[in-house]
């Protein structure tokens, strides 16, 4: 009985040490990447408490960028974003669940994410999500926003788009992130990226519900793992972050790794960010001023003085 336990143990040792070299390599210091952020959620799916974790990029030291499935909860009648206060976020830290802690005082999903796109017939199309900070941010050389592409308009990515021409090449970029199933370290791994046509044969030869679960090249990247690697997580090219991570094909290591394009929502993101700070809203919901405070503070106080002396 004692060397069939040892021997059970040393065989979980073996296949955890396998999984884990099938996810890349280990970041050695958070300074390379200080725009990465770990989030932590508690999902609470038909009454089963758990914690879900996910990966997400710094924008500037109020907003983070994350994909939309991962901040939302579905039941059987409907499915709602996770409530802000049940999400916390990690930054400079290499490990999850370290670092400085952030809460969540909103949860804002592209208007256009759907999880079956049944018009476009692909999968996750528009799968982003910016959560708004309760605090902000303090920079350093361990915590700063990530580099995003140029933005481009829906229709003229095949024109102008850098991220086109590294798809056009084939460039081989890298994936950042704390891997799946979760790694207690941020890992990275090498990955090139492949044309649509390619990636939706790779995708309908690995899932089932083909109809639904094709890519969108206009909205969707696509890229392989290099040896196997079951590694995943947002992709960068050329220094800038030109897709956030949305789904992989199920149950095969070099399966395509699908990423919603940055470029194309770049505009999206600065107009929620630019909208958000014209009306500041405290965590309890009341709205401060966002005009001059000594005008609003000369207007208050003449009305006061004008109702109470005549």
Sequence with gaps: QILVMLSLKYFVYFGWFLLQSAQGKSVRNIKIFPFMAFLELKNDYLNFDFKKTCGATILNPRF?????????????????AIPPEDIQVYTGTLLGRKGVVRGVERVLIHPQFRRLDFENGCFNNYDLAILVLDTSLHFNENISSVALPKSVRLGEESFYSDTSEYVREHKQCTVVGWGYPHHPKLKVEKTNLIEPQTCRQAVELRIHNVQHSSVCPET?????????????????????????ESFSARGKCNGPNVYTRTDINVGWMEEVMKSYRANVFTRSGTCTYSGPVLWN????????????LF
């Excluded at 969707?220 to 956030?244: D, K, P």
């Design 220 to 244: 969707q990247l696509c890229s392989l793992m290099a040896n196997n690697s079951c590694h995943r997580g947002n992709i960068m090219c050329e220094g800038t972050q030109v897709g956030v």
């Design 297 to 308: 503070t000369f207007v208050v106080v003449t009305t006061y003085f004008i109702f109470n």
């Design 64 to 80: 983070v960028l994350t994909a939309a499935h991962c901040v939302r909860k579905c039941r059987p009648s409907a499915c709602l």
